[in-house]
């Protein structure tokens, strides 16, 4: 299969599986993508991903120079948009779940802008990661020129960039890149660890906290304080919130109706 999917309970594990080229993408592995997150966005019985990459020695290394960013000049020459979207994946609000990446090895080019993505990253000290796009005359397109900025110090995205050279796990975690450095024995088992612990909380809840964080970055304090309040409404009005609440004064773990994620609060 061009990308794996696998259910494990509330948690979706999903493997780009194309070792033999570094974890590139080709159109195939592209489309693949999107109908692994669409499955996984639409099945309210999946509360969290991960997302990795298989055979050891790359996360994923972007798209594919040979196949995938021809097909996409091609489509640019012809004068029709050509958003680098990776499976839809890097399109701002397309995923309104959490998502961990687990990066063992290489995560360059729109490896990376995957991996930044995602909601929470976490790395083997073997892994490099890197935005050498501009050595092959186009700019991170995939979301790395957005992303990059928001989530390290503005000079350090900005040497990323421009040099394209790439930098170890040990720098990646200093300058918040990743959350996390591991073995890469448990690599998968932290990831497991972590999204199980997300699972376990209210569904709705972490779903309306990521859109709060994300859609608040753009906006005014006062404004992002007002969308706060607003999905706390909505919140407080749902079973999730009464459970919660109910759990707590009767000292026990709450249980939520995961049916009720196709509700989640929006604006």
């Known amino acids: 299969m061009p ?10 594990l999903v493997t780009i599986n194309r070792p033999d080229a570094m974890n590139a993408l080709d159109v195939e592995h592209d489309q693949a993508l999107a109908e692994a997150w669409k499955e996984f966005e639409t099945d309210p019985t999946l509360l969290v991903a991960i997302l990795t990459g298989a055979g050891g020695r790359a996360f994923c290394s972007g798209g594919d120079l040979k196949t995938y960013m021809p097909w996409r000049r091609d489509i640019a020459l012809r004068g029709k948009e050509s958003t680098i979207s990776f499976g839809g994946m890097t399109l701002a609000g397309e995923i309104t779940k959490p998502v961990i990446a687990a990066v063992h090895g290489h995560c360059i080019a729109g490896g990376l802008e995957l991996a930044m993505a995602c909601d929470i990253r976490i790395c083997t000290p073997d892994s490099r990661f ?6 092959w005359g186009v700019l991170p397109g995939g979301g790395g020129t957005q992303r990059l900025p928001r989530l390290v110090p503005m000079g350090y995205a900005l040497e990323m960039i421009l040099t394209g050279e790439t930098i170890d796990a040990e720098r990646a975690e200093r300058i918040g890149l990743v959350n996390r450095i591991v073995g890469a024995d448990v690599l998968l088992d932290t990831a497991f660890a972590i999204a199980e612990r ?3 909380n209210g569904p709705l809840a972490v779903k309306a906290a990521k859109q709060a964080i994300h859609d608040g970055l753009d906006r005014s304090l006062q404004d992002g304080l007002a969308l706060e309040g607003t999905l706390q409404k909505r919140l407080l009005q749902t079973a999730d919130a009464e459970e919660g609440l109910r759990a ?4 026990r773990r709450p249980v939520y109706a995961t049916s009720a994620l196709a509700k989640a609060p929006k604006t």
């Open 248 to 251: 707590f004064a009767e000292r």
């Open 130 to 135: 890197g935005l050498a796009e501009v050595r």
């Open 3 to 12: 990308i794996d999917f696998e259910r494990k309970g509330a948690i979706a």
């Open 198 to 200: 997300v699972a376990a």
